[in-house]
């Protein structure tokens, strides 16, 4: 028998309300409340707890969706599982592997669930790409280049944002592209980072980077690499996956990796797939694909044991993991 479940949302920021609007339209949640530290936060039209003790205190709270700064989601996530509530991360889940872990413990010893949020598994080209991948239908793969040039620019980084802060929000591969370093570690599993490069081209308010590279290699993949950066003018370029197989290639690209631009495989004919949903759309510039829709359902199904987190804690650290050994090279 299904049953209601009660959620609630630490953090009403752009993404806060993207969660709140899924949540308030899934016949089988409940949005109770939320908690959010700042009094000019955009609110929902239900409760606001005064203080996050009163929230987590909630006897029909079941599940809190945390959207708040990235370098926050360890100790909030931590409070909430220690109340024993299960918990929805934004991305990345932390930002240190070692905090990730500790979650994963706490959740395992409390019997609650820890759901990573990354949508862009849901989009029909991903879905479809990890079937490709799954049946090998490439045959051994000789490479895989990834490249993302977005726009963040002062409509991004302003005022007394979080954006840009080291301790906050700790670099554009967590922020922006932890989406696809998750679509490399689903298709092909653990990334070893082999060098890092970082640049800042336009960014000096910024306390990091707003360009890099790096190169990995996993089980399956023996040359890869992965171009980011955040210097577009006006909006975003592309977000874009190439890969060389033995018995054919594919290109990936749009937006956040929305449309196959090429695919030629050995035997292989080329399904229709599904029109891929729009991106976030934010104040000024785009994020990734609007998916919470499937995030929220999921979180759903698993709460009510039909179904288990499409993206455990587990993956959320290896994510996290691959991020932070690019990063150690920025010292």
């Not at 918990?87 to 979650?103: D, G, N, R, Y």
């Not at 970082?198 to 290699?217: L, V």
């Not at 359902?297 to 009510?304: I, S």
Request: aromatic share 12%.
């Amino acid at each position: 028998m299904t049953k209601q479940i009660g959620a609630g949302i630490i953090g009403m920021g752009r993404i806060g309300n993207r969660h709140a609007e899924e949540i308030i339209r899934h016949p089988g949640l409940n949005l109770i409340g939320f908690f959010d530290i700042n009094p000019k936060a955009k609110r929902p039209k239900t409760y606001a707890f005064p203080s996050i003790s009163d929230f987590l205190n909630e006897r029909d709270l079941v599940v809190v969706h945390v959207c708040t700064p990235n370098g926050t989601h360890f100790s909030i996530a931590k409070q909430c599982l220690s109340a024993g509530k299960s918990v929805v991360i934004e991305k990345p889940v932390t930002l240190l592997h070692s905090e990730a872990e500790e979650l994963e413990i706490l959740a395992k010893n409390q019997g609650l669930h820890i759901f990573c949020v990354m949508q862009n598994r849901y989009s029909p080209v991903s879905v479809w790409l990890k079937e490709v991948i799954d049946n090998q239908y490439l045959g051994e793969l000789f490479s895989v280049h990834v490249d993302c040039a977005w726009n963040r620019d002062d409509r991004y980084y302003c005022g007394d944002s979080w954006h840009g802060s080291l301790d906050l929000d700790g670099g554009p591969l967590y922020t922006q592209f932890s989406h696809f370093v998750d679509m490399l570690y689903w298709l092909f599993g653990e990334l070893t980072i082999q060098d890092a490069r970082f640049f800042n081209h336009n960014h000096p308010n910024t306390e990091f980077e707003d360009s890099g590279s790096f190169q990995f290699e996993t089980e399956a993949v023996k040359q890869g690499s992965f171009h980011y950066t955040t210097s577009v003018w006006d909006k975003n370029f592309k977000s874009s996956i190439q890969l060389i197989g033995e018995k054919g290639s594919i290109e990936i690209s749009g937006q956040y990796m929305n449309e196959v631009r090429y695919c030629h495989i050995e035997n292989y004919e080329m399904p229709t797939l599904s029109p891929a949903p729009p991106p976030n759309l934010y104040q000024g510039y785009e994020g990734s694909a609007s998916n919470h829709v499937h995030v929220i359902h999921n979180v759903w199904e698993t709460l009510n044991e039909k179904s288990h987190p499409n993206t455990p804690i587990h993956e959320g650290k290896m994510v996290t993991k691959a991020i932070e050994n690019v990063y150690l090279r920025r010292k």
